[in-house]
């Protein structure tokens, strides 16, 4: 028996199938290019798919794929799906039904550029599959444990009652680091942890005896850390001017705040770190150094939610392959005196915890 988990961008649809028990990885890929130039990958199988190809096609062409490599629907016990934001309904991994459906369709303006296309594939999936079981899992479900301190935003107490509040994300990569780190530190895991998952999208979390207890995302996944093309945390002062004084229209700022600023805007070359690294433009280096200077004021932050720190782990593409990034951070943390021994890099593994859970989840459900 196995189990699917998918993981549904705004383009692409990462996959990968594992062992019921165990789980051991089977395959790993991606239907990329949605909408553009679609394209089936999986180790050394690389497939152009029919540039019509939505969403429902393409988890269409994937079960024929996975039939073809010996996963086929008799096979999947569940499949798991990664939902960006849970609210405050969903704090755990949860078994879908139309109710559960119904509430996560409500929870759609929290997260409007990531949830639907998250519940978009869970939706079809249940069209195409509906005899097997399908489980979210919350990226911000980690962070549930955040004291409620935390949690607030020093807005008017009647926006809390309405869902204003810090959430945080990047929780199913956080609770792998929490899993996968005794092996590298000893076989204990450090009690006062600082993770910083770099990537695309950014964000560091604090984590105490396994848990969150503070993160740099906050009410959105624009928050906190600059990323490849969003702002992270910025001066609302100038989101009321650029409105007020730039005539942006709220679609147009979303835009800039998502799509158009971060390593791309400061750089203006691209939201690439790789590509930055590896230029020798001004604007190029200026973007790096405004990263890893910023992504240190951030980590700093941090540290009074635990009081000290133990260990430094990175994870994400760039916080696992940008070394100069490490370096330059770390140097403008070397008053926390982390030892070299306790910072560790780790592989993000999103879809491994997503499996554990999926395995946890319908090892409590009775077979139908």
Known sequence: MAILVLNAGSSSLKFAVYDEKGPGERLRG?????????????????????????????????????????????????????????????????????????????????????????????????????????????????????????????????????????????????????????????????????????????????????????????????????????TGSIDPGVLVALMRDEKLTLDQLEDLLYRKSGLLGLSGISGDMRELLASERPEAAEAVEYYCYSAARHAASLVPALGGVDAIVFTGGVGENAGPVRSRIMAHLAWLHVPPTHVHVIPANEELTMARHVASVLALTPEA
């Open 30 to 230: 991606q239907v990329s290019g949605i909408g553009t130039a679609p394209r089936l990958v999986c180790g050394e199988i690389s497939k152009l798919l029919p540039a019509a190809t939505t969403y429902r096609d393409g988890l269409a062409i994937l079960l024929a794929f996975l039939r073809d490599e010996g996963v086929s629907q008799t096979v999947l016990r569940g499949i798991g799906h990664r939902v960006v934001h849970g609210g405050a309904a969903f704090v755990s991994p949860t078994l879908i039904d139309d109710t559960v459906l119904t509430t996560l369709d409500s929870l759609r303006s929290l997260a409007p550029l990531h949830l639907p296309f998250g519940i978009g594939v869970l939706r079809d999936m249940r069209a195409l599959l509906p005899e097997v079981p399908q489980v979210a899992c919350f990226d911000t479900a980690f962070h549930a444990t955040q004291p409620e301190l935390a949690t607030r935003l020093p807005l008017p107490r009647v926006y809390r009652d309405k869902g204003y509040r810090r959430y945080g994300f990047h929780g199913l990569n956080y609770e792998h680091i929490v899993s996968a780190l005794p092996a590298q530190a000893g076989g204990t895991l450090p009690r006062r942890l600082l993770a910083a998952h770099l990537g695309s999208g950014s964000s560091m979390c604090a984590i105490q005896d396994g848990k969150s207890v503070g993160t740099t995302m906050g009410f959105s996944t624009a928050d906190g850390l600059v990323m490849g093309t969003r």
